[in-house]
């Protein structure tokens, strides 16, 4: 077994003008199979010297003589010592113009909690009154470890912080490839790999709100060559942070540095006389077993971790928007109650349209920030709905955008100020030429962007979900709160605002489901789902597109987090026509819903619908909380697509296949099942036939996980015509 995909011999400390150290502290700070080296010289500097699969104490000293002679500070600093290919993740200015920090240890300490272990570095500059304190933690029973700092400014006078990174990590060059994940609405999260060549690789995010919509803020890298599904060494990260993001990548012929942080650009942040600023974790994990292992890794952390209820199964939803849009009114919200209730649903979601008095919300253009009920559209108002629900026997929630305003509304009117804007100029309008952002660096705004989501759950404590909506990008960098000295802080200190109200709902209402949406996929990040429990994959809910966008969502975030519903054909995005199967085949991989009106369905459809539904709630835990097995990729245009879910007792599995490229007489590959036992026998169930009585000819054969495994399944009778699929669930006997 391979030792390390990131090895660092130690630096000859007097060749950079360095003190030699007091004491020298050789630490590793392990996972359950991971462990990260380092080494912190008191009175001198801190390297990262190893990250790789699990190593015992004594090790540490061993690896020095098989490492080359490079160094890599665990938190490089600009102005002093910085060579080629060094990239600083600390820029400070102090009072008096010096450009210059330079950080020594003072301090190391290790402690746990409940959830994990932590190395504490306290470093100090050797002139000026700041206090940096760098931090690791392994997270208890997962192969995740995070990192970040603390600065503190000890002195009288402001110090301006130009670039403060949360990690600087070291990665093993050599045949190196990235894959990370690029897109825009209705089209997000789609993969690119590409080889990493010497110079600077940079991934970062300006929009300001929905900062997961152009590029991912979580990447892998492989060592050894173009990254394979369950074999080789992967490095994989992620930001959590929900703005503005940098993630730079530095490679030269035998050096190769990852620093992530918040985006500096137009970020610089002034930390005044006894002020400390907490950067966000970077988090990353290692693995010997392809990028299979580096998301089933963040899986078991996120679900744990990561989001909220990560540990509780999902409720099947239906979702007002695509049935009816802002056309909502009593009786067409209880007839969609009753509709999900007989098909086996257990929740509805009333979407847009609902609200505005003076302002009636009728399209895009009006009403937000005014979240009183439309008594026109909703005369028995919300109680009126859970009433509603209740009878039906189902949960009721709703959707809400707080962080907005029109221009066109009562909100606008009384405080015009509450909103981002740039002095002396003309406001810039997104959605309906009208939609605003409020301005979250003020604390009365955050004060009236948490009594919405009070005032609505205190008065109606039977909403059991929120959908919370985020339609507009930073379009405006002013506030009329801060001081002139403050404005290149407002994207920072938006998001220490909005943690501050998302922090407040869930300390008061700690079990109401909440859903993350912007724009779709806008927000699908670590740095936003510590207080959701599920993101809105995207607003595209085409089945065909939606298997490469769950496929990219699925290499860090898990299935329990991600919505995916059924929606109509043909579909209202791409106007492509699939059948109904084939859609609730692609949805049973997520978080389960259905995103239309179910009067419109046929008999037949209806049936079906009722017995996918019931197959789901049979397998709901093993794809919401199982380990994620990726067989075959839609982007490798093999002509299928196939992935599985399995139980931590490999004794239950379910494979789903999907025909996502058909040609006559085409060739169709096997699927081997990668994730199975291969000492056990698995009798197969087909969970969806199209007629109840007529199952798949894999119904009720029992194999063996040998032949499963290394022969592998082939499907051709089952993908025989476009969007075909299946779904299937193996019980070990």
């Not at 405006?476 to 290149?488: E, H, I, N, R, V």
């Amino acid at each position: 077994m391979k030792l390390s995909i990131i090895a660092l011999g130690l630096s000859l400390l007097l060749s950079q003008n360095v003190l030699l150290a007091e004491k020298q502290h050789h630490l590793v700070l392990s996972t359950e199979n991971t462990s990260l080296g380092i080494t912190a010289n008191e009175g001198g500097r801190s390297y990262i010297q190893y990250y790789g699969v699990k190593i015992a104490q004594e090790d540490m000293q061993k690896l020095f003589a098989t490492r080359s002679n490079f160094t890599c500070l665990s938190y490089p600093t600009f102005g002093i010592g910085l060579g080629r290919g060094i990239m600083e993740a600390l820029s400070l200015q102090m009072p008096d113009g010096n450009m210059s920090t330079d950080l020594y240890i003072q301090k190391v300490e290790q402690s746990s909690d409940k959830n994990g272990k932590y190395l504490e570095l306290t470093m100090i500059d050797s002139v000026y009154p700041v206090e940096v304190k760098q931090y690791f933690k392994t997270y208890n029973n997962t192969d995740i470890i995070t990192t970040w700092t603390q600065i503190t400014n000890k002195g009288k006078k402001g110090i301006v912080m130009n670039k403060f990174a949360s990690a600087n990590v070291p990665i093993q060059r050599g045949d190196n490839y990235v894959c990370h994940y690029h897109g825009r609405w209705a089209s997000e999260n789609y993969i690119n790999e590409t080889p990493m060549p010497n110079g600077e690789l940079v991934l970062d995010e300006k929009e300001g709100m929905r900062t997961a919509w152009y590029n991912n803020p979580s990447f892998m890298i492989s060592i050894d060559g173009k990254p394979q599904e369950e074999n080789g060494e992967v490095f994989g990260g992620t930001l959590i942070w929900g703005g503005n993001y940098k993630i730079q990548m530095v490679a030269e012929n035998n050096k190769f540095t990852i620093t992530a942080g918040i985006n500096n650009d137009n970020s610089a942040y002034t930390l005044e006389a006894g002020e400390t600023f907490t950067t966000p974790e970077f988090a990353m994990t290692y693995s010997l077993q392809g990028k299979g292992g580096v998301s089933r890794a963040f899986h078991k952390w996120g679900r744990k971790y990561g989001l909220q209820h990560g540990d509780i199964e999902r409720d099947i939803l239906l979702n007002s928007w695509e049935g009816v849009y802002f056309n909502v009114n009593q009786e067409k919200m209880d007839q969609m109650m009753k509709d999900i209730a007989d098909l086996g649903g257990e929740l509805f979601v009333m979407d847009d349209g609902w609200f505005g008095e003076k302002y009636p919300r009728n399209n895009g253009t009006s009403s937000l920030g005014d979240w009183r009920v439309n008594k026109t559209k909703l005369p028995l108002g919300i109680k009126g709905l859970t009433d509603a629900a209740k009878k039906h026997g189902i949960k009721f929630g709703i959707w809400i955008e707080p962080e907005m305003a029109n221009t066109i509304s009562e909100i606008y009117e009384k405080h015009p100020e509450w909103t981002l804007q740039c002095k002396n100029r003309k406001q810039t309008t997104g959605r309906g030429k009208t939609q605003i952002v409020l301005d979250l660096c003020n604390p009365k705004v955050q004060d009236y962007v948490f009594s919405i989501t009070d005032k609505l759950l205190t008065e109606n404590p039977e909403i059991a979900y929120i959908k919370w909506d985020c339609n507009a990008a930073m379009m405006d960098y002013g506030s009329t709160y801060l001081p002139a000295s403050k404005q290149s802080e407002v994207e920072i200190r938006y998001h220490i605002g909005l943690r501050n109200v998302l922090k407040r709902i869930r300390d008061k209402f700690p079990d109401v489901v909440i859903q993350c949406c912007s724009s779709g996929g806008g927000r699908i990040s670590y740095g936003f789902i510590p207080w959701f429990d599920e993101f809105w994959t995207s607003d595209n809910t085409d089945a065909y597109q939606r298997l490469y966008m769950q496929w990219s969502a699925s290499q860090f975030y898990p299935a329990i987090a991600m919505a995916s519903h059924v929606s109509a054909s043909p579909n209202h995005q791409t106007s492509r026509v699939t059948p109904l199967k084939f859609r609730f085949d692609v949805a049973m991989t997520g978080r389960l819903g259905m995103e239309m009106k179910p009067e419109d369905m046929t008999k037949e459809e209806l049936e079906f619908s009722k017995r996918a539904i019931s197959s789901y709630k049979s397998i709901r835990k093993i794809v919401q909380m199982g380990d994620l097995y990726r067989l075959i990729s839609p982007y490798d245009h093999k002509s299928i697509s196939a992935l599985m879910f399995a139980n931590e007792a490999k004794s239950r599995l379910v494979v789903f296949a999907y025909n996502v490229d058909y040609l006559h007489s085409q060739h169709v590959p096997y699927v081997r099942l990668s994730g199975v036992d291969e000492n056990k026998n698995y009798r197969i169930k087909d969970l969806t036939p199209w007629k109840a009585d007529q199952p798949c000819f894999l119904n009720g054969k029992v194999i063996s996980g040998r032949v499963l495994k290394y022969a592998g399944l082939q499907m051709k009778d089952l993908l025989n015509r476009p969007f075909t699929s299946v779904a299937l669930e193996l019980t070990a006997e």
